[in-house]
């Protein structure tokens, strides 16, 4: 019992002298080969970064809409008098020309009233050019005269009266355009105001978008733009109309282009891209990449200035493209980083490698410990 409590006494102070030992014979870090400490040394080194020179080049500036097409005129062609469907001579997605008769109303009694009107206007006739008769041989007064003419007139009245409401019995189209939608069958009895067929006009066929009020000032009325449907079909306008008044709801301006369709194959409410070309102006076209963000959150880049320090500079994304971005804001030559941007921070002193090609420019072996 004795020998075994000497021997875990005699491990632990050997131990605790080992410890010490090592704490005792610490030594000072070795000098490098220029005589400064090794840690020292460390600290002076510089990050290395890729760079690359980007110029600004010019750009047009397209803005870029979502919107769908419309018919240029949607009309429903309502009953201007009352009668039964006597027959309906275009149904739903016929073609129709201007005039086209598209349902006939029966005639019923109109022609026989139509007669005695024309009867009663020939009457009023012989009287009114006997009173005149006898109004230059100074029997009959002025008066007498004008009465006449007075029922002549009102004779004639009543009669082009009968002809027109015979004429609305044929309900024609106002324009070249589709049917859309038909409203009666024959036996159907239409009064006045009643939508006897809906008439849409798809030639020209219009495109229509809203923009934002930052971006209307670069339309102009007579501009050109090229719209892709979301069909695949890629056709081009011309910007017809904007609006004056903002939407209050959505502080955005309608505008519309109008589009050629002679074959009418593109139809009413289809999704369509528009894209009209805008400013023109200096911009610098760049890898997403090398975007960063600042403490503050903003967007921008970081670059190098002449002596080889760090500079944020904030930028604004004016387009893109498959292989790349439009960046405005920057000035006309930068060196930008495009390698290593978000391992150093605004105001470093860096070591700047300048590439061409990032993906074969091999990054060198200098950099933080």
Do not use: C
Not at 236 to 263: M, Q
């Amino acid at each position: 019992m004795k020998t075994s409590v000497l021997i875990a006494g005699r491990l632990a102070v050997a131990a605790t002298g080992w410890i010490l030992s090592g704490q005792l014979t610490e030594q000072s870090p070795s000098p490098t080969a220029d005589g400064k400490p090794a840690t020292m040394a460390a600290a002076d080194r510089k990050m290395a970064v890729r760079v690359r020179d980007i110029v600004a080049r010019p750009l047009t500036h397209a803005v870029t809409i979502t919107g769908e097409t419309k018919a240029s005129r949607r009309v429903d062609l309502r009953a201007e008098t009352e009668g039964r469907v006597e027959e309906v001579l275009a149904s739903r997605g016929d073609v129709v020309s201007q005039g086209a008769i598209i349902a006939r109303l029966r005639i019923d009694e109109r022609n026989a009233r139509l007669a005695e009107h024309k009867a009663r206007l020939t009457q009023r006739q012989i009287e009114h050019d006997a009173a005149r008769e006898l109004n230059d041989k100074g029997y009959r007064s002025k008066t007498s005269l004008a009465a006449a003419t007075a029922e002549l007139d009102a004779a004639k009245a009543v009669v082009r009266q009968m002809e027109i409401d015979i004429d609305r019995t044929r309900i024609a189209a106002p324009f070249k355009g589709i049917v859309d939608e038909g409203h009666v069958e024959v036996g159907s009895y239409v009064k006045v105001g009643d939508i006897a067929a809906t008439i849409v006009d798809l030639d020209p066929l219009l495109i229509v978008g809203h923009i934002t009020e930052r971006e209307v000032g670069q339309l102009e009325v007579g501009s050109a733009g090229t719209i892709t449907l979301v069909t695949g079909e890629t056709v081009s306008g011309r910007i017809s109309y904007i609006s004056p008044v903002s939407d209050p709801a959505t502080r955005t301006y309608r505008f519309e282009l109008t589009v050629a369709n002679p074959e009418l194959s593109m139809r009413d409410g289809i999704t369509a891209r528009i894209s009209i070309p805008g400013r023109r102006m200096m911009a610098h076209f760049v890898s997403p990449a090398i975007l960063t963000l600042n403490d503050d959150g903003v967007v921008g880049i970081r670059s190098v200035d002449d002596g080889n320090i760090v500079r944020f500079l904030p930028v604004e994304i004016l387009a893109d493209a498959t292989d790349g971005i439009w960046l405005g804001g920057l000035p006309e030559h930068v060196r930008v980083i495009v390698v290593g941007q978000d391992f150093v921070v605004d105001g470093e002193e860096i070591v700047p490698v300048l590439v061409d090609n990032v993906a074969t420019t091999p990054l060198p072996t200098a950099g933080r410990s």
